[in-house]
């Protein structure tokens, strides 16, 4: 059957302008950055920092990085350097972004932001005085099947959205002392697994009207695993589930009152999707390698254009699912240090 439905396109990131970054941190997300960037945009890795010196040598040596940097101020201090990509744990996200601003420099911050809304707040309102451009890396939100396939949502391919589901689990709990089980850390499934699900549904469906949830804490006071429950208006629900116990098919789908759209597994990273309308059913395959170079290419554009926020992954949309995972962690009972 001939399909009806009208795609829309990711811009290719080999057309946005130019931008020479410096990378914050050299553990294993940093090296993902680090090979898809230069490789598929027109971006350029220039610089990495490390608090161990040779780390940061050995890392950029890896990559084919021109320096290496022992410790941030030095990274920051790069004059080459043209936006930062803070690729550290989450319990430091807030403080590596106000230095990364205070120097001037253009950031974006890995998933999750940063804590809590509070923090993001205060990040935000620094880029704000110092007039830098800040995005937090949910690079999900670029990608080319969720372009499409948010397009769609918002055009009523698939008429009145109903349900929403969405998983994220690895099994990620094997070593008692790491970062995931770390409090101190902001370690737990919902910062590394379920803003996946959570910013998902916010992209879709916007900010929920309740969240209710459910789940497991670990021995070291992390949750190990939840599913929320969030409300949209009187008949339209997300649920979306995370665990740190197990490996989950990590699929997505969005059910409307005419029709279906399922994304294969993992729905957050490049994959295909399929659109079920009544005897109807197409399966789209967008064809690309990596995936982080497509955030990567939305900042370049924004800092050329002069913008502070993305329209994608804008402030407001950070702060919304962060204030949702607030909720989550209050009725779990996840506090940590220093909070």
Request: charge should be negative; hydrophobic fraction near 40%; aromatic fraction near 6%.
């Amino acid at each position: 059957m001939t399909s009806t439905l009208e795609l829309t396109s990711a811009p290719d990131p080999l057309d946005a302008p130019p931008l020479r970054w410096g990378i914050l941190g050299a553990g294993g997300i940093a090296r993902t950055f680090a090979r898809q960037v230069p490789a598929h945009s027109s971006g350029r890795v220039v610089a990495v920092g490390s608090r161990d010196g040779a780390r940061a040598a050995a890392f950029a040596e890896e990559h084919g990085i021109d320096r290496s940097h022992a410790g941030y101020d030095e990274l920051l201090a790069d004059g080459d350097v043209d936006a930062v990509y803070v690729a550290t744990p989450h319990s430091e996200h807030r403080d590596h972004a106000l230095l990364a601003i205070a120097a001037g420099k253009h950031v974006l911050v890995e998933k999750a932001f940063t804590r809590s809304a509070a923090e993001a707040r205060e990040v935000f309102a620094a880029a704000e005085e110092r007039g830098v451009f800040v995005m937090e890396a949910m690079w999900t939100r670029f990608l080319p099947h969720v372009v499409a396939i948010r397009e769609l949502v918002r055009s009523g391919a698939i008429g009145d959205v109903v349900a929403l589901h969405a998983d994220h689990g690895q099994r990620l709990d094997q070593d008692p002392v790491g970062r995931l089980l770390n409090p101190a850390l902001a370690g737990g499934a919902l910062l590394d697994l379920g803003v996946y699900p959570v910013s998902f549904a916010h992209d879709l469906l916007g900010t929920p009207d309740g969240v209710v949830a459910s789940g497991t804490l670990t021995e070291t006071g992390v949750d190990g695993q939840e599913t929320v429950l969030l409300q949209y208006g009187a008949r339209t629900q997300a649920v979306c589930s995370s665990t740190l116990w197990a490996g989950t098919p990590c699929r997505a789908a969005i059910s409307g009152s005419e029709g279906v759209i399922t994304i294969d597994g993992p729905f957050y990273g490049a994959t295909s999707f399929t659109v079920t309308r009544g005897d109807e059913q197409v399966t789209v395959r967008p064809r690309h390698e990596g995936g982080f170079q497509y955030e990567a290419a939305e900042v370049a554009r924004c800092v050329a254009e002069g913008r502070r926020q993305s329209a994608t992954m804008s402030w407001d949309d950070t702060i919304a699912v962060l204030e949702t995972m607030d909720e989550v962690r209050r009725q779990l009972g996840v506090v940590y240090p220093g909070e």
